[in-house]
């Protein structure tokens, strides 16, 4: 019997699955755990105001970017950052606008939570973000 006629044979075909399939499949699965583990510590409250502080500064400095990034005004209204779990964000009625050069129209927001206060500045002139 030639071995050719053997491998046809489906009592010898092995189930199960290949190593190339199962490599496929761990880093899908790593994936999609990579995508789900920052949502994750999101919903958590943060006890630190200065972090949370951080993360609003870096969305503020976000936007100024990529108005210069773009060549065109961005705003920014209430709601368009989301303030972390745990704190309220308290923005002006007429929201932040940032112009192409980096300037804006300057404001104050302040980020409220049990944990504490922070207020975050962002200057008219330059257009720069901060904490005070």
């Known amino acids: ?22 490599l496929l499949v761990l880093g899908l699965a790593a994936a999609a755990f990579a995508l789900i583990l920052p949502l994750g510590l999101r919903l958590q409250p943060d006890s630190n105001p200065d972090r949370a502080a951080e993360t609003v500064l870096a969305e503020l400095q976000h936007a100024r970017a990529r108005a210069m990034r773009l060549n065109q005004p961005v705003t920014l209204q209430a709601g368009d950052i989301a303030a972390p779990a745990g704190y309220r964000l308290l923005w002006p009625e007429s929201g932040v606008d940032f112009a192409p050069d980096g300037f804006s129209s300057g404001a104050t927001l302040l980020l409220e939570g049990e944990a504490g206060q922070r207020r975050l500045r962002v200057a008219p002139v330059s257009g720069r973000a901060y904490i005070q």
């Open 1 to 22: 019997m030639c071995s050719a006629a053997r491998n046809k044979n489906p009592k010898n075909k092995r189930g199960g699955f290949t190593l190339v399939e199962l």
